[in-house]
């Protein structure tokens, strides 16, 4: 019984670990003193949804289409452009964004 348990257990912490290890990454980068940026210009979907806060590969994906299909970003409200990227979200990652 404790076996099973355990597998259990670990067959719904597992999943999630990687998510909370890039959250832990961000943290301790932060607390070190390391600015995280990114190029929303000429940055990959993953590099994109790896560095922005609050954005999956899904969102990350849409911002590469879209910039592929318009063009380069000019500002960074630009990005409002992109379905599913609100103010919120390019507020939030002020700091982070570059053009």
């Known amino acids: 019984m404790n076996k099973w348990f355990l ?9 999630g670990t990687p998510l909370f290890a890039a959250e832990s990454n961000q ?16 940055a ?10 609050g954005i999956g590969n899904k969102k990350a994906q849409a911002i ?11 500002t960074k409200q630009d990005l409002t452009n992109v379905k599913g990227i609100g103010s919120a979200t390019v507020e939030k990652n002020s700091a982070r964004i570059l053009l």
Do not use: D, W
Request: net charge negative; with cysteine; charged share 20%.
């Open 7 to 15: 597998a259990c257990a670990l067959a719904f912490l597992l999943p």
């Open 27 to 42: 943290e301790s980068a932060q607390e070190a003193g390391i600015e995280i940026t990114v190029n929303v210009n000429t």
């Open 44 to 53: 990959s979907a993953e590099e994109i949804s790896t560095l922005l806060i």
């Open 64 to 74: 590469v289409e879209y910039r592929e299909s318009h063009g380069a970003f000019k």
